[in-house]
């Protein structure tokens, strides 16, 4: 098994790319060692020193590392345990698998047809980019223009993610939906 790595805008994330299938659809948040309980693979990668946070996409893993641990000590621990988890054939996920993770509130009324113009371009034009860079975005809601969302995987903590949200995100939500003025992180 060969895995892939691809550094990540944010310096103490990488991506690894088994070459296999990690989700059968959407993503998965591990931001701590405790919220990895339902998933074997997640488990085995916080078992390496100094890692705390795990993301998965449909074809990816990424992983976040505290500050004082050298990607250099870190990684080939990482892949072995990728490598292992693969080779053991467990399953990535007990019971469910990833979220769908296209947004938790629902809007009826007359934000309803903004809110789904928010969640389209979204999904078509920011989700794929992101995931790009190993990460992930939520909708989380839509109040008096101001649209709310949450950053997961590589683009949690990343220096670059508030440049991101206000110049690339609400850039074009903006542009596109002119009832947005604004675009806010959220913690999850």
């Known amino acids: 098994m060969f895995i892939q790595t691809e550094s990540t805008p944010n ?3 990488l991506k690894f790319l088994p ?3 990690v989700l059968e659809a959407g993503t998965a948040d591990f931001p701590t060692a405790d919220a990895a309980g339902k998933s074997p693979l997640a488990s085995r990668i916080f078992g390496v020193d100094g890692v705390t946070g ?46 769908a993770a296209v947004g938790h509130a629902e809007h009826t009324g007359e934000d309803g047809a903004i809110v789904e113009q928010i969640k389209e371009l979204l999904d ?13 975005i939520t909708f989380h809601g839509f109040d008096r223009g101001i ?4 950053m997961q995987g590589a683009c949690a903590g990343c220096p ?8 690339g995100i609400e850039n074009l939500l903006r542009h596109y939906i002119p009832e947005v003025v604004e675009v806010r992180p959220v913690a999850a």
Not at 68 to 93: C, F, N, R, T
Not at 147 to 150: K, T
Not at 160 to 167: A, F, G, Y
């Open 11 to 13: 310096p103490a994330t």
């Open 19 to 21: 070459g296999k299938e």
């Open 54 to 99: 795990v993301f998965f996409g449909t074809d990816f893993v990424t992983v976040t590392k505290a500050d004082s641990v050298a990607w250099d000590h870190a990684k080939p621990a990482i892949l072995g345990a990728i490598m292992e988890h693969y080779q053991s054939g467990a399953p990535v996920m007990e019971g469910e698998a990833g979220s």
């Open 124 to 136: 078509t034009r920011v989700r794929p980019a992101v995931a790009q860079d190993g990460g992930d």
């Open 147 to 150: 649209v709310y969302l949450h």
């Open 160 to 167: 670059s993610s508030t440049l991101t949200l206000k110049m």
